[in-house]
């Protein structure tokens, strides 16, 4: 029992700690210039986006190659509903829980075909359906109607939505940054703490829901189908549950995106993106959140600090020339990554304890 | 309430041109231990899918509980109060011993994820229920001391008795053990038999199907016996050791085995 109490004493230290690094962080990488805050901000957008995928692969064992689409549905309600573009401009509490409903009815909107589908074939479906938003969204410029000569321009096509709203509370833009009692908090390090607080929410939602009687009917969903069908658990529901509630964390995020960066377009959204994604709950360890958030802050910090840290100027200072083109160092050694995990740790860096 | 729980009445199963099950019929009584025998491709394990709902009858039904077993898919078979056991061992085996038995609370609570996400006072409550219902069976089967380990990590015929408290954990009146003996060796099968006795004896209903005739004859109270099919004997061990037509099936006559013509 002491023992037990020792260790929630540690937890909360540590917990505190952790607390006070991450409300020093902005400040820290402030000083080293804007461009590592939008790093961070990019980076706790990625923990999110791992956590709802998590959902989906780690937990539910579902593989899905498409999760990138339910990004691009968030971006594109708010890009839409907040933007020039339409010149319609909703606040900010209407549009977040709005992207991650309709994120979440697309999930529905996938998870319904596919509920008979596993593995390779879930994968390839599910990749299709990828494609699939990120082609509408492209080409929903010209949306003709066909006992008509007009087309719609809807998405604005590959050109991409500009001059998005930002994050606006009680009139204050949130980009513009402020003072606060003499402290310079510039719009980058704000958006920081909103990320933050919803990323927080997101573990903390995330963490309950796997440990509670839904997260336990999708983990043995993961381990045997068959099983889990005799234990009385009806797998079509818990599986198009995994599928909205994956999808309604990379809606959130996805309009914070649109929100922080003020510009959409169909590129952003591309496979690789659900692959990078998945890569990171994968490294960092399928299943186990504090895994999950370890590989996406790995494979969404590291690319760029090695663009950085090995740019063409220090690789020049350094060895005389250029080596290696920065943008080829970066995957290079991003497959490196990935091959010595998968012998050395096919279970990820980070997975859940053997004991718990 | 009739004495019997469960009622197959004219079971006919057919694959294409193949008949599984031919016109079979048995009942199992109230807290007994039943057994469900036969040589390989007797037809056991088509009987148990088709009662688990895994396929539908073409002909005949079963009556469970005084109703009519009509089930449409897997999962409302524990719903109904059928709990099962697999041959070839399923357990979740990346989740710990004791969410493999909450994993059987699942058809008997109902918190959702609105419940989870907010820890409203009636999921907490829910939970602590399964928590301590799972502790329970753990107890039951004597597996308190691995509750935290992962499923795989278990002992073979460890796994098999967690399969059971899994089973039982849906609060079953009626719990299918396929071949839970198969693999054991013969601590592991006493074991194993104490514990059938001690579910019964609890209230629960056992239909075992199984390939050890020792433990078959010495735990069943009543004993069907399929062959190609059809069901050739049922009543007590002793009657169907003398059994004519289960000696030749098993043994082999001094004709050809029926159906092989």
């Known amino acids: 029992m002491a023992n037990l109490m020792q260790d929630k004493k540690k937890q909360i230290i540590a917990l505190a700690v952790l607390g006070v690094f991450l409300l020093i962080l902005p400040f820290a990488a402030g000083a080293l210039g804007q461009a590592w805050v939008r790093i961070l901000n990019v980076t706790l957008l990625y923990v999110m986006l791992a956590l709802g995928l998590n959902v989906v692969v780690g937990v539910a064992g579902l593989l899905d190659l498409g999760y990138v689409a339910f990004y691009a549905v968030g971006a594109y309600t708010w890009s839409l509903l907040a933007s020039p573009h339409f010149n319609i401009h909703m606040p900010f509490w209407i549009l977040l829980p709005l992207g991650a409903f309709l994120a979440a009815l697309a999930g529905l909107l996938l998870g319904t075909p596919v509920l008979k589908l596993r593995g390779d074939y879930l994968a390839i479906v599910t990749l299709g359906f990828g494609e699939i938003v990120r082609i509408l969204m492209n080409n929903f410029d010209k949306v003709g109607l066909p006992w008509s000569e007009t087309t719609y321009n809807i998405t604005n096509g590959p050109r991409g939505l500009t001059g998005i709203d930002p994050l606006t509370f009680f009139g204050f833009k949130l980009n513009e940054g402020m003072n606060l009692f003499g402290l310079p908090i510039s719009g980058l390090q704000l958006y920081y703490f909103v990320f933050l607080a919803l990323t927080v929410l997101s573990v903390i939602g995330v963490s309950r829901l796997q440990h509670s009687r839904l997260g336990r009917a999708w983990q043995a969903l993961r381990e045997d189908e068959i099983a889990a069908k005799a234990m009385g658990i009806n797998t079509r529901n818990i599986k198009l549950a995994a599928f909205a509630f994956g999808a309604l964390t990379g809606g959130l995020a996805g309009g914070l995106f649109a929100s922080m960066q003020g510009f959409v377009s169909p590129e952003s959204f591309g496979l690789l993106e659900s692959v990078m994604i998945l890569a990171m709950v994968v490294l960092g360890g399928m299943g186990h959140i504090p895994g999950v958030i370890l590989g996406a802050v790995l494979l969404s910090a590291m690319p760029e600090v090695i663009r950085y840290v090995a740019d063409e100027n220090k690789q020049e200072a350094v060895f005389g020339m250029v080596l290696v083109a920065p943008e080829v160092l970066r995957n290079l050694i991003f497959s490196l990554a990935m091959i010595l995990i998968m012998l050395l740790k096919p279970a990820g860096l980070w997975p859940s304890p053997e004991k718990k | ?261």
């Open chain 2, 1 to 261: 309430m009739a004495d019997m729980l469960f009622v197959a009445e004219g079971v006919t199963k057919r694959f294409g041109g193949v008949t599984a099950l031919d016109n079979v019929s048995m009942s199992i009584r109230r807290s007994s231990i039943f057994g469900l025998i036969g040589p390989n491709g007797a037809g056991k394990t088509t009987f148990f899918n088709t009662l688990t709902g895994l396929y539908q009858v073409d002909e005949g039904k079963f009556t469970f509980d005084d109703k009519p077993l009509n089930v449409k898919a897997p999962h409302e078979v524990a719903q109904v109060g059928i709990a099962r056991t697999f041959q070839n061992i399923r357990l979740f085996g990346e989740m710990s011993v004791l969410e493999n038995v909450m994993v059987g609370r699942h058809v008997r609570t109902k918190a959702g994820a609105f419940g989870a996400i907010f820890r409203t006072p009636a999921a907490r409550r829910e939970e602590a229920e399964i928590t301590q219902r799972a502790h329970e069976l753990l107890e039951y089967i004597g597996l308190s001391k691995r509750a935290g380990d992962k499923s795989r990590t278990l002992a073979y015929g460890e796994q098999r008795r967690l399969e059971i408290a899994r089973a039982l954990a849906t609060d079953p009146k009626m719990i299918a053990l396929d071949e839970p003996a198969a693999g054991m060796n013969a601590t592991e099968t006493v074991v194993l038999r104490q514990l059938i006795e001690r579910i019964a004896s609890d209230g629960t209903t056992v239909m075992l199907i199984e390939h050890d005739m020792r433990l078959v004859m010495n735990v069943c109270q009543h004993i069907a016996v399929l062959d190609y099919g059809r069901k050739i004997a049922d009543g007590s061990p002793s009657e169907i050791q003398k059994d004519a037509a289960v000696i030749k099936a098993y043994l082999g006559g001094a004709h050809e085995p029926q159906g092989v013509k």
